[in-house]
């Protein structure tokens, strides 16, 4: 079954700094690759998506992510964060065919410093 | 342009109630997935609707049910509600088979006493 990996729970910056939040997958081929974002007591906002092409990918508020096939990783950067970032971050992918919903990590809680 | 809206935003249930939750999706879109996201943890599949059947499963027991109706909104079904139920329930829209992500809405908070 195919798996999603955020191996870290809680992420601190600080106002400025660079971000990168790691996601790895578990699956024989390339799914189709996302990540969202979610304030408090909010629903999901999708940031980026990756289905086939120039591994870079850009996003709103800033956000780009690298799909790297060698290491089944699709990692989250921001080259300078702000305190309206502080939010929960999941990857999530999703199998060809768009009947079989998305599998999302447990995600990413992000705590900005001043 | 409305997003996706569901209702009603919280609710409390005893256990061994039945509730329904409901979604209208996003203007455009033709297909409703649900999503249970228990506290702490990542949201989880479970079901897809599309011309108003269930295209897709996941992991969870014939206890939720749903349904689509012709102007594609949706409704979750959950019968005989365990204390396990207790979840933030997430509706997500899209168009037919398009590659272009889903639109989330801001759930309905389920707490089953």
């Known amino acids: 079954a195919q798996s999603v990996t955020q191996p870290d729970i809680h992420i601190t910056v600080s106002e400025g700094a660079s971000l990168e939040l790691r996601c790895n997958y578990s699956?024989?081929?390339?799914?189709?690759l996302f990540w969202y974002v979610q304030s408090p007591g909010q629903g999901l906002q999708l940031l980026l998506k990756?289905?086939?092409?120039?591994?870079l990918v850009q996003g709103i508020k800033g956000f780009e992510a690298e799909f790297k096939r060698s290491q089944s990783s699709f990692n989250l950067r921001k080259p300078s964060v702000h305190w309206s970032d502080a939010a929960e971050y999941f990857c999530?992918?999703?199998?060809?065919?768009?009947?079989?919903?998305?599998?999302f990590g447990k995600g990413t809680h992000l705590i900005i410093q001043p | 342009d409305a997003g996706v809206t569901q209702s009603p935003t919280h609710l409390i249930k005893t256990r061994g109630q039945q509730v329904t939750l409901r979604c209208s999706p996003k203007?455009?879109?033709?297909?409703v997935s649900w999503y249970q996201q228990a506290l702490g943890q990542g949201p989880q599949f479970i079901f897809q609707?599309?011309?108003?059947?269930?295209?897709q499963r996941g992991n969870f027991p014939d206890r939720f049910s749903g349904h689509q109706f012709p102007n594609y909104s949706s409704e979750l079904n959950v019968n005989a509600l365990l204390l396990g139920d207790s979840a933030l329930y997430l509706c997500?829209?899209?168009?037919?088979?398009?590659?272009?992500?889903?639109?989330f809405g801001s759930g309905t908070r389920l707490t089953v006493v």
């Open positions: 997500a829209s899209s168009l037919g088979r398009l590659r272009n992500g889903y639109t």
């Open positions: 699956y024989g081929a390339t799914p189709y």
């Open positions: 990756y289905f086939s092409g120039d591994t």
């Open positions: 999530a992918v999703e199998l060809g065919g768009g009947a079989d919903g998305l599998t």
């Open positions: 203007s455009g879109h033709d297909t």
């Open positions: 609707y599309y011309e108003e059947e269930e295209r």
